[in-house]
């Protein structure tokens, strides 16, 4: 199909995720034909560098020989194996054992899915089975915070906390979800310091604890790193203080490690490494696969097994999906990991992500810049109107797209979300292509500061 039989196709029949129906039928789609590494070509040949990394997750970069080897020999091999009850397959079980391995504490148990919605909806369910199993039916209620992203399906989507994805056309489960403020310092109330801003969230916090009775509380939700929210990196502490109160009061802590995970930030997982927690539950995706094909894994302590799994001969976990463990995409994670450990990608992530975050510090100057923020491959723009008072534009201008289309004509990817610009490129980002990112989001940004006035 040409390019214009291409879009006319595309508006009459794929309806995408997040279509805004109006702007995508006058616009259309890019359409994408090839990668390479941290490059994308479109059905016009025209080359970009991909700052986003996909969606948060194509970390060792796309086009990668001996990844196309490994899926094509599993497809040989053994294409599709049934996971349910008695059936396994050796890259599941594989898989399964070195992320045990990789992940923090008592963390052993791996529970597969096919993407980050259905790994934190699976960790919703499992919460609930556990507290269910020990006799604790009253403990419902989720405690989560405003901004929070956790993905699509119903149980995830109410767990999200972004008021922009929370449309009223949609229902939540309102009830048992609770959310509390989010861990943004620039939009901290005025005059509170850093530290006053943590002791006010854990005051929050523990306040929401009292009102509804640690006996009625399952669960916490948070990424360590709020993603799409805004690339929040909370106050020094509040992780880890958030923790120990979740312990204090027998509350699981489910750390959403969809996007931090796999190198992101230089580190397998964020949540001990980088913030001191030990969570109950990591749920992950992504950089899993490096989106290589759809993954998706719920990790949970041996002390959440050994419950779930004692007491009652006839109990199962009655949950699971035609391709948990699927023994291609299994294949494809264990080979991402190999590449992730051969070239070092972690270390290499702390060094160049030092020197990212320190060039795009310097956008901080240009006008609509309010703040820039962030931590090594994960890393935001926020654009204001006002940079004294941080007044942000209105939704409907849509500022972050304004300025992704024009980064878009030079070459560059980075991703709106409404006045946000977010970048998370393939951890094999070099030095050199940091400059491109800056100087090209640079020119964007005074471009459409240009065109605004
Ligand atoms: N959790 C977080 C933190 C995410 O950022 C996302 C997606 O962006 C999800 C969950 C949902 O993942 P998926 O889109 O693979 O279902």
């Not at 039989?5 to 129906?21: C, E, I, N, S, V």
């Not at 039928?25 to 080359?47: P, T, V």
């Not at 397959?89 to 992940?103: D, F, Q, R, S, V």
């Not at 669960?219 to 929040?232: D, K, N, R, T």
Request: charge should be negative.
């Amino acid at each position: 199909m040409n390019d214009s039989k291409l879009w006319q196709a595309d508006k009459r029949h794929w309806m995408h995720p997040w279509t805004h129906f109006d702007s995508f039928q006058e616009e259309g789609s890019l359409i994408l034909s090839r990668a390479r590494g941290n490059r994308l070509w479109d059905s016009s040949s025209k080359s970009y560098f991909d700052a986003v990394g996909g969606l948060w997750c194509t970390n060792i970069g796309l086009g990668r020989e001996e990844m196309a080897e490994t899926i094509a020999e599993q497809v040989r091999q053994l294409a599709y194996a049934n996971p349910f009850v008695d059936m396994a397959n050796e890259p599941a079980i594989t898989l399964a054992a070195k992320l045990a391995k990789l992940a923090p504490g008592d963390i052993n148990r791996v529970f597969f899915s096919c993407g980050g919605s259905t790994a934190v909806d699976t960790a919703f369910r499992l919460v609930h089975f556990y507290q269910n199993c020990r006799g604790k039916r009253d403990k419902k209620h989720i405690i989560a915070r405003r901004g929070g992203y956790h993905g699509s399906t119903y149980a995830a989507m109410s767990i999200t906390g972004k008021s922009g994805d929370k449309i009223p056309e949609f229902d939540y489960i309102s009830d048992t979800i609770h959310h509390l403020s989010c861990p943004n310092f620039y939009r901290a109330p005025q005059g509170m310091d850093e530290q006053q801003f943590c002791d006010f969230l854990v005051e929050e916090f523990q306040q929401k604890v009292d009102e509804l009775g640690a006996d009625k509380i399952a669960a916490f939700f948070a990424e360590p790193i709020l993603g799409s929210g805004g690339v929040i990196v909370p106050p020094a502490d509040y992780n880890r203080r958030i923790w120990e109160l979740c312990r204090a009061n027998d509350i699981l802590y489910v750390a959403d490690e969809v996007v931090t995970a796999f190198g992101r930030v230089g580190h397998w997982f964020a949540s001990e490494d980088m913030f001191g927690v030990q969570p109950d539950i990591i749920t992950c995706a992504k950089g899993l696969t490096s989106g290589y094909l759809p993954l998706g894994a719920t990790l949970f302590s041996d002390r959440i097994y050994e419950v779930i799994s004692t007491g009652d001969s006839d109990r199962y976990f009655a949950s699971g999906y035609t391709y948990s463990g699927h023994p291609v995409a299994c294949a494809a994670a264990l080979k991402n990991i190999e590449i992730i450990e051969r070239e070092n990608l972690l270390q290499r992530v702390v060094e160049v992500g030092a020197y990212f975050e320190e060039r795009l510090q310097t956008l901080r100057d240009l006008p609509l810049v309010g703040d820039v923020r962030g931590k090594r491959f994960m890393m935001c723009v926020e654009n204001v109107r006002n940079k004294a008072t941080r007044e942000v534009f209105p939704d409907s201008l849509n500022i972050g797209k304004w300025i992704s289309d024009r980064a878009e004509e030079r070459g560059l990817i980075v991703r709106p979300i409404v006045h946000l610009n977010v970048m998370s490129p393939p951890l094999t980002m070099d030095h050199e292509e940091v400059d491109f990112v800056v100087e090209k989001l640079g020119q964007a940004i005074e471009q459409t500061h240009r065109d605004l006035v």
